[in-house]
Each structure stands twice: as C-alpha cells, then as structure tokens.
C-alpha cells in the first residue's frame, strides 16, 4: 500500500482526554464536526477490557450523521444535492430513535443493568443522545431556513413561501384547491370524554387543532392527519413559489369545524419504537411471527415527539401526556418539521445545479458486439476467468442482472439459488427468477423476512415466488441470512458446472446505482462446491458443512478474521512489514478490536476505512497509534467490504457481505471470498489506496472522538475517491486495448 501523502495528526500520548464535550462550541464545518463521542480520561496503565477505550456506539453513530449534515452545508456540493443531504440526514435520525433509542428505552424498561462496552447503561447514552440530538436539529434546522431556502429562492427559483406571505388572490385559489383536493380525504378526530386520544401512525405528519366554542367558551382539541401521499408541497397556480399542505389545511381548518372558533393549530410528529422482542425458538411459523410483528410495530411505544419551537405549552403538555411520553421525549424544530419531505425539490430537474448525471458503464468483457448469433454467453465469458464488478461505477444491469437474466433463459441451466435480503418494488431480479420457475427449472429463493423495515415488502416478494413454483425459504432461527449469493447450476457435455455470484450489495437495481458494491462472478469449481453446500445450508437441515474457499459466519469467520490479523503480528515480528487495511461499514466488535489493539501495539501498521459507527479510538499511545481510522462521506453511500492483509509481501485480498460487527459475526449468515486472481486483487488494493489518499471526502477519526476533514496538499487535491474512480471507470471503458479482467 503506498504512503499517504496527508500531515497525520500527532498520536495521543495517553489516555487522559478532556472531559469538555466538543457539542455546542462554535466552528468551521469545513473543519471539523460537532462531536457526539464522549472520551473519558483514566491512568495510562490498563488493561484491554478497560471500558474507556471504546466509543460509544450510539454517539458514534451520531458523529457518523454529523458527516451527512457536513455535505448539506458544503460549498463543493451541488445546491440540490445539499438538500437531498438534508433529507438524507433526518431520515437517518428517524432510523436512529426507530431502531437505536428505541431499543435503549427497551432496556430501561426491562431494568438491564448490563452496561456497554464503553462502560455506560441504557440510561446514561439516553441521556448523551439528547443534547447531542438536540444540537443536530438545531442545525440541519438552520441549515434549512436560513440558507438552502434562500438559495434556491435566489438560485434557482424555487420559492419555499409561508402562507401569511400570500396575497389574496395565491390565498383564494388555494382555499379552491384545499376545498376539492384536500376536504375530501380529511378527517378530523375530536379528544373529548366519548372520543379518546386517536391513534397516530409512525413517522406521520399531524396537526393538533385548539377550538372554541363560541357560546359556552368551553376548549376543545382535535386532532388531523396530513395527508402526503401526493406530495407535501404544494406549487401555486402562479408558478410562484411552494407551499406546505400543512399550512393549507392549518389556515383553512375553519371548514373542517363549521360553529367553532379554531384558536390554534399546530404541527407535530411522532416516531414509534421499531425494536420489538422477538422470540424465535417458540416459532411455529417464522411468516406468521413476522407479520404479527409488523402489526405490533404498527402500536409500538411513541420514543419521540417532534413540534414545532413556540407551541403553546399547554398542546406541548397535552400531547406529552396522551403519548405517555417523558418531556425529554420531545424535540423542537425552529422551523419545518419532517424535512424528508424536502427530497421534493432535490428531485426536480435542475442539472445545473445536481451533481452531474452517472451513467454507470459496461465492463469492456461484458459489452455484447458483433452479430447475436456469434456472441458469447456470460457462462462462455466467466470459463475465461473471474470477473470483478465495481458499481455504481460499472453496470448492475449489464453484469448481476445479465447473469440471473441468462440463466433464467439458458436452455442448459437447470437450478438456479439465490439470497433475497433487499431488492426493489418492481424487481428485475425476482422476474427473472420467476421466468426461470416458469421454464421449468429448479429455482430456490431465501427471502430474508428479518430484513429491517423490509419485512413486508420481502414477505410479499416470497409469497408471489412461491405462487409461481419458486422453492422458498424465509431464514434461519435465530440468524438474519445477510449473505449475497448467486448460484447457477449448468448442463455442460453430460456434467454439471456452477456459476457464482458474491457480492457486498443486495440485488437492489436502485441502490445500486447509489451504494459503491463489489461483486464477482466466478466459474470456480471451489466456490461452487461451496455455495452448493450454504445452500443446503440455509433450505434444509445440514449444520455442519464444510468450505474450501468460502468464510461463512456465524461458523468460522471470526476465527478466521483473527487468525489472519494475529499472523500480521507473527509476520511484524519477523520482517517488520504487517499490514491490515479493512474498509466497512461499522465496527464495534469488541473481540476484533482487541485484536487490532494487539496488532498495532505490536508495530502493524492498520489503516480502517469505517463510513459509519466505529467503536475503535485510534492514535493513542501504545493501544493504537499505528491504526488510522478515516470515513469517506461523498455522491455515493460507501458500502462495499474488503479485508486487506500484507502477509509478507503476498497480500491477501477477501469482500463479502460482513462488517467486523458483533452481529454480523455471530447473528447472521454471511459470506467472505478470497479474491484470488492476481488482477482482481490488484485491483481492489488500487480501490484501497485511493480511498487511503482521499484528501477532498475523508475525515479523519482523532484518540478524542473528532473527525477532521483532510484538506488537499495541492489544487488537485479537491479529486475525491469517487470522482477518480468514475474517471477510471470511463477511461476503462473507451480504451480499445484495455484488458478484459480489469
């Protein structure tokens, strides 16, 4: 691996960190970010289970998300793509209380006492997320009103107006719109001793509405959904500017409650707790238990309330307490309230002012050329040698898909096995695998139904692959199936051969246009030898399989993970020259970071690109100052996997489909290949030097829990990893001479 060319920042001669928390304090983002991660000072000696030598991952994740606000103040991104940034960055706070504090108010509830690795019980990280969460707000909330709503006023056009700025002709023809578009579908739910508190839905828009009555100047509350199915944002008949249909419906609710005086209305939103216990082992019916899941997630517990800064603290009481909330429950907006909605406008057709269109390009092996007749198949083409696949920067369509879609079609294809975790609304993937069940062959779907807010789209996906004579499965007691998995079955000359698909993404058209995956197709005999028995694996009863090449967890990848790291400590003992570099999507295993810690105290020089959560504390003396630790935030959402060991010169290469993560490790199946072509491999360990000397999108993890952006060295250091590797990706492409297997 070649040297970075950035000033490293000096390594932390101990432990001993300053208590002040870096939140609130008053900065350059081009910078630094706000830090969520609370370091704690101890005495230099101690001993690797000392719990201050991890982050906690809760406030790591929340560094993470600082990174996502970063892109939405960033003078470099494009002004639409600053606020599809915006979008991006509160949907994942809604995921975070969904998911993360849902499942720390869980714990509290239940009396668990066990703390986390970083030594803290449910309680306390509750009580660092607030003010942590609380200042995120506070600025994407800025961000929103006081800059990226002036700029597209200013730079595009794009009026975002208040109702109370329009005249009375935009007020009249939205009252026409309200009462034919909007009237209809309402439907207003009064709180009174005959009509309890309604039920609010997760993640929806509502309107709490005071009302009095103008005789007996009794008070009342009522309750409105906001309807958003068909947008939230209402253009005007002029073409003057947008509108929230909250606002309509609020200053028309007079309609809505014909004989009383509406004395107030205001918004307010909710998120429920998506962590629900699940109790596999007493299963009958891992469909049935899913589903039932679903509907208790639908009444799961309120973990947040969202308003808006200057409601009436009487609403605010009022509905703290019909939620059965705590006030630290409840979060103010300065401003809009449920900002994913503004993925509205990023959307709209702007190029001047979107990052430029990708048009992922076809790997120069793959193009069809020449007459139909005279081309090869990909079967004919991966006999030739393995091909290594790069998305978004190479074709998804052109490569995966081409490889499922042949199968389905080729008369001498007789089986076809395949992992589901995720895929799109209309999946090509499932056609194809329909088509093939069709044409009579053996085509065996796992649907992973445990796949996070993808349960009822998969469940669905399952239950039509089975109507048309697909062999399903719906996962493993116990373990989430995470692995990405093809595997093709051909006729050739009287004998059977595998083709192998295994990647780090989900067969996901769309995102896989947005998420930088990894994958090989292989005709190896070995891998093939493999899949055939994971297979068997996952649809029958055979536990104890065997691998040639493959890493399955939950079985022995750990085991392996750490072999290879501690050979990195025999081969520094020895020569002096070990070598890791991992890039993931999170870390906080804590059984691998002991061993990192151990590496690198013992001279291996690691280098961890983490995009996300990372429990390890780098550039302490004598823990960890020789590990690094960078996160690469940019157009694309970093989710590839690839695991490089120096192994005295012969470098060993592995992707798949697993994080160092407690519970990728050891609650999922999943799957690690070996790259092993010396092409393919060098490849990847280009992919890994590049993201290394990143000087434009990586930030930089201190011992303190601060990520710094890099600054370039040169004017040419504003050349991030993605824009070089669409470039080589374009370049590979347009070369006449340029070899396959690259």
Known sequence: MSELKVKKEERVNDLEQDERSAMGRKIDLLDVVPRATQPRAFPEQTSLDDPRLFFNRELSWLDFNWRVVHQAHDERVPLLDRVRFISIAVGNLDEFFRKRVGGLKRQVAAG??????????????????????????????????????????????????????????????????????????????????????PFISNLSLSL?????HPERETEHFARIKVPISDGRWISLEDGTGFVPIEQIIAHNASELFRGMEVTGVYPFRITRNADLKRDEEVADDLIALISEELRERR???????????????????LLTRELSLDPTDVYEWDGDLDLVSVTQFANMNFPEFQTSFWDPVVPKCLLHEGEAKDRENIFEILRKGDV?????????????????????????????????????????????????????????????????????????????LEQHGVHVTYGLVGLKTHAKTTLVVRSEKGELKTYCHIGTGNYHPSTAKL?????????????????VNL?????????????????????????????????EVRIQEQSGNGRIVAKMNALDDISIIKELYKASEAGVQ???HIRGHCRLRPGLLRFSENITVISVIGRFLEHSRIYYFGNDGSPRVFMGSADWQRRNLEDRVEVIVEIEQQ????????????????????????????????KAVDSNGIYGVQQLLMERARQRSDREDQPWDL
Not at 302 to 313: A, K, M
Request: proline share 6%.
């Open 112 to 197: 668990v006492q066990t703390p986390s690795p970083d030594g803290r019980k449910a309680a306390e990280q509750l009580a660092f997320s607030r003010p942590a969460v609380l200042e995120m707000a506070s600025n994407l909330s800025d961000a929103w009103e006081n800059v990226l709503k002036p700029r597209l006023a200013s730079d595009i056009s794009i009026k975002i107006l208040s109702y109370e700025d329009l005249n009375r002709g935009q007020k009249d023809s939205l009252h026409s719109y309200f009462m034919s578009k909007v009237f209809p579908i309402l439907t207003p739910l009064a709180v009174d001793p005959g009509h309890p508190f």
């Open 208 to 212: 709490a509405v005071l009302l009095k």
């Open 299 to 317: 009444f799961a517990p309120i973990v947040r309330l969202e308003v808006q800064c200057g409601i009436p603290e009487e609403i605010k009481e």
């Open 388 to 464: 290594l696949v790069h998305h978004p920067y190479e074709s998804f369509a052109a490569s995966v898909l081409r490889f499922i879609d042949e199968a389905a079609h080729d008369p001498d294809v007789i089986a076809i096995k395949q992992t589901l975790y995720r895929t799109s609304d209309e999946s090509p993937v499932v056609k194809a695998l329909l088509r093939a069940a069709e044409k009579g062959k053996q085509v065996a779907v796992l649907v992973e139904v445990k796949a996070r807010f993808d349960e009822k789209n998969n469940i669905e996906w399952g239950a039509k």
């Open 515 to 531: 998420y930088t995956d990894f994958g090989l197709l292989t005709a190896s005999a070995d891998l093939g030898h493999d899949l």
């Open 535 to 567: 297979f068997h694996y996952l649809t029958g009863y055979a536990p104890e399989q065997h691998y040639r090449k493959l890493l399955v967890a939950p079985k022995e990848m750990r085991k392996t993970f750490i072999e290879l790291i501690q050979n």
């Open 606 to 608: 690691i280098e961890l």
């Open 679 to 710: 092409a393919l491999k060098d490849r990847m360990i280009r992919t890994l030097e590049f993201t290394s000397a990143d000087t434009a999108s990586a930030w930089e993890l201190g011992a303190d829990g601060t990520y710094r952006l890099r």
